[in-house]
């Protein structure tokens, strides 16, 4: 950075104006060596600009040696414009997740008396089971029993069809509420839920909880094949399911970005 004649004050900002816009071009988070370098600043002047930044929550430090991203402070400032998307903000690691296992990845809410699939990506092959924006039933999917899991039992009502008979899919198909809180109490037990042929023959699908902070829950799941998701296979796609769902639980535009899916969607 060249020397300014601008005043201390002035200049202290321009300084971390340029850092923001530094961190905010670069593809990884910085270190403070790496940073200081490309503003031509001496790295203690840096670090107090970093460390009041960072206080103000427009950047995020982390690793045992620093490393230095976007905060969301920025995010919010971003939204406040409309600029942040859910979709922009998880493709990158869905689709990562999709490619690892060759399945489609969804995330979904619930909405009303449906789950609303908010993001799908699919795998290099074609594997095309929903669209992003799609709406499907709660009582026979992975992504809906995860979600319904989580609710007070007193809750669950509101979430389900009005019919008292539930449309059957496949002779697998849950159809009475008995049969769906026998399959709860098991989420709950092992920490996802499994959608075996309930809604598509011939499809295995698999879903854990994003442990996100907001006032709705989100659901990750993949679904694919059930030749290639056998039994032996569902404790390494469980496994797979929960890292990414930590990854993107901790992206740092989450949670401006739920705040969007919240206004949009009127999630609750």
């Known amino acids: 950075?060249?020397?300014?004649?601008?005043?201390?004050?002035?200049?202290?900002?321009?300084?971390?104006?340029?850092?923001?816009?530094?961190?905010?071009?670069?593809?990884?988070?910085?270190?403070?060596?790496?940073?200081?370098?490309?503003?031509?600043?001496?790295?203690?002047?840096l670090l107090r600009l970093l460390s009041v930044l960072e206080e103000e929550r427009f950047v995020t430090k982390s690793g045992a040696v620093p490393l230095y991203s976007i905060g969301p402070s920025v995010f919010e400032i971003a939204?406040?414009?409309?600029?942040?998307?859910?979709?922009?903000?998880?493709?990158?690691?869905?689709?990562?997740?999709?490619?690892?296992?060759?399945f489609t990845a969804n995330i979904g809410v619930l909405q009303g008396r449906s789950v609303l699939h908010l993001c799908v990506e699919e795998p290099a092959r074609a594997l095309r089971i929903a669209n992003g924006g799609f709406l499907d039933h709660t009582y026979c999917t992975g992504l809906g029993k995860m979600l319904l899991s989580q609710l007070d039992p007193a809750s669950i009502d509101q979430h389900l069809p009005l019919d008292e008979t539930w449309q059957?899919?496949?002779?697998?198909?849950?159809?009475?509420?008995?049969?769906?809180?026998?399959?709860?109490?098991?989420i709950r037990e092992h920490g996802y839920s499994v959608d075996d042929q309930e809604r598509n023959r011939g499809v295995r699908c698999l879903a854990v909880l994003i442990p996100v902070k907001a006032s709705f829950d989100l659901s990750l799941s993949v679904s694919g094949p059930l030749g290639e998701i056998s039994e032996a296979e569902v404790p390494r796609v469980v496994d797979a399911l929960h890292r990414t769902a930590?990854?993107?639980?901790?992206?740092?535009?989450?949670?401006?970005?739920?705040?969007?899916?919240?206004?949009?969607?009127?999630?609750?």
Do not use: C
Request: aromatic letters at 4%.
């Open 1 to 45: 950075m060249r020397t300014s004649s601008k005043p201390y004050h002035s200049q202290g900002l321009a300084r971390a104006l340029a850092a923001l816009r530094a961190l905010g071009q670069a593809r990884d988070p910085m270190s403070l060596a790496d940073l200081a370098k490309e503003l031509e600043l001496p790295k203690p002047t």
């Open 79 to 102: 939204e406040s414009a409309g600029f942040v998307d859910f979709e922009d903000v998880v493709s990158v690691t869905l689709k990562a997740l999709a490619d690892d296992l060759g």
């Open 168 to 186: 059957s899919f496949t002779p697998r198909t849950i159809t009475s509420r008995e049969q769906l809180d026998r399959a709860l109490a098991s």
């Open 246 to 268: 930590q990854e993107i639980a901790q992206l740092p535009r989450l949670s401006v970005a739920l705040e969007s899916v919240r206004t949009r969607w009127g999630i609750e």
